[in-house]
């Protein structure tokens, strides 16, 4: 199998999938969305990166997707999506990437599915934020409407400090993402899923001090074994946003109301490895080998 993988050359999970994928065999390239070049001429679709051209790949892997102007992230997908078009396996799928980025997107969708969320709000102005964070009931997340490993989320609850933080957020040209927090245990649970197949499930404590719950934020991850109805959830959450290896975020609200926190299509796994002792390249390589020759 030829593969490309699009992710930072000194990324833990990049050498990882570099690494089992050339013991299994393949010839791995790592690409760069930063040098992706595409070309049409005489009615045909040329894409390219590191000189390499992606319909000369069977799969693609997506392993990043790194900060840049609004034309750059939609030129991005546009480009993934020609891969697709030419026949490659790009996973996760341009549509699901494109939707998981998107935090709002994603509440939006879950919601309009039926599925659990917490209350959210979305608004340009901090004085429209102040408003809803009344609502909400003075307690909420802000997170930024791109990002991932818990970075750059914090927990608003005193009007000062709440001002602060929206005009702030108002006056760098910031959406500003409010969640009401959920006060309910103080645990989230990730389920790493594969094509609707379990890898494997934990339940993330946050560090003291912390209210986020996130490897990369110093929280602890230990081995959960998903009841019938988080299972459930998560594989509906995945379905919904369209993501094939999908890392689901629940949290429970006061209530005991499983809420869908995330769906990350870039998910990591180095917490969940080691809490459940699964070996998540070789799974996910030996999945796509059989995705590719049946594509």
């Excluded at 209350?119 to 609502?135: G, M």
């Excluded at 929280?219 to 998903?226: D, I, N, S």
């Amino acid at each position: 199998m030829r593969l490309g993988i699009f992710g930072q050359a000194d990324s833990l999970y990049v050498r990882l999938l570099h690494e089992a994928a050339v013991a299994r065999g393949h010839d791995v390239h790592v690409l760069s969305f930063q040098t992706i070049v595409a070309e049409v001429r005489a009615g045909q679709v040329q894409l390219s990166s590191e000189g390499i051209p992606l319909a000369s790949l069977d799969a693609v892997i997506v392993r990043t997707m790194p900060p840049g102007s609004l034309e750059q992230v939609v030129a991005r997908m546009d480009l993934l999506a020609g891969a697709e078009a030419a026949g490659v396996c790009v996973v996760n799928p341009p549509r699901a990437l494109e939707c998981a980025v998107d935090k709002y997107l994603t509440t939006q969708k879950l919601a309009l599915a039926g599925l659990p969320v917490p209350d959210t709000a979305v608004c340009e102005s901090a004085d429209a934020a102040i408003e809803l964070w009344e609502q909400l009931g003075r307690d909420v997340v802000v997170k930024p409407l791109f990002g991932a490993e818990g970075r750059g989320i914090v927990r608003v609850t005193d009007a000062e400090i709440a001002m602060r933080v929206f005009r702030t957020l108002e006056r760098i040209g910031a959406v500003l993402y409010l969640q009401k927090f959920l006060h309910g245990p103080r645990y989230d649970l990730r389920l790493l899923l594969l094509d609707g197949q379990l890898l494997g499930s934990m339940k993330r404590i946050p560090a003291d001090g912390d209210f986020r719950a996130n490897i990369s934020c110093r929280g602890t991850g230990l081995p959960h074994e998903p009841t019938p109805s988080e299972f459930k959830l998560s594989i509906e959450a995945a379905r919904v946003t369209g993501t094939v290896f999908a890392g689901v975020d629940l949290m429970y609200d006061a209530e005991g109301q499983a809420r869908v926190i995330e769906v990350n299509a870039v998910p990591g796994w180095r917490g969940l490895q080691q809490a459940c002792q699964v070996d998540v390249p070789e799974r996910f390589l030996q999945w796509l080998e059989v995705r590719v020759a049946s594509h």
